[in-house]
């Protein structure tokens, strides 16, 4: 069983609306390209959560299931509008089955890394495979890491510094392992930590999990809006489709 780091004091405060992620310009594109890749097929999001996807992928007709680990989230989504069309699975997405074929399975925001393993990555593949019905696409957006970048022997990148936030990535390179720590504070003396450990694969390193898993890349792109994806890319979209 995967751990929880999602549980009821993260779930109540996860909702921040004026984060970018719960935008137009972000969330118009990741449902417009789900609902064509789901046709008039149901859909499944592994890791559910609060249903910043879910929900508005919903309005637009497409038959919504999900995956959660956390009881906590899915009670925030049980609280908003429109939420009684979609059926949620308390459960693990290495290991969690529900009934039905699906046309679409996607995971989003970098939450394939939650999964600090390379074998419980995997094993998110066969989820996604085990729930697909032949022609049905598996989509993943995370990022790309940031390597690179770095100078020879450091191990940490700052993501976001503003007043009320610090953000830094922290890599170790021998294990594939990072974790992303959080400073938060809302009067800008005071801050609070938290952090949350991730496993980074390289889209190289999907793609072969997808072959594991019986299903084979069809598209990447470097965001939701289908903008090509380079050497300069920070994250892709991927999409592997079961023959």
Known sequence: MLPNYFDRDVAERYDDTEDAMFSPEVLGPTVDLLAELAGDRPALELAIGTGRVALPLSERGVRVHGIELSEAMVDQLRAKPGADRIEVAI???????????????????????????????????????????????????????????????ERFAVFDHTDGHVGVDEYDVATQLMW??????????????????????????????????????????????RSAFTGESTKHVSVWVKP
Not at 97 to 104: I, S
Not at 197 to 222: F, K, Q, T, V
């Open 180 to 225: 992303s720590h959080h400073y938060t504070s809302t009067d800008a003396t005071t801050y609070t930590r938290s952090s949350l450990p991730l496993r980074y694969a390289w889209p190289a390193e999907l793609d072969l999990m997808a072959r594991i898993a019986g299903l084979r890349l069809r598209d990447r792109w470097s965001d939701w809006d």
């Open 91 to 153: 459960g693990d997405m290495t290991s969690a089955r529900v009934e039905g074929g699906f046309g679409l399975v996607y995971l989003v925001f970098n939450t394939i890394g939650n999964v600090t393993t390379q074998d419980g990555q995997v094993a998110v593949f066969e989820t996604a495979a085990a729930h697909l019905e032949p022609g049905g696409c598996f989509v993943i957006e995370t990022g790309v890491p940031i390597l690179r970048r770095l100078p020879s022997g």
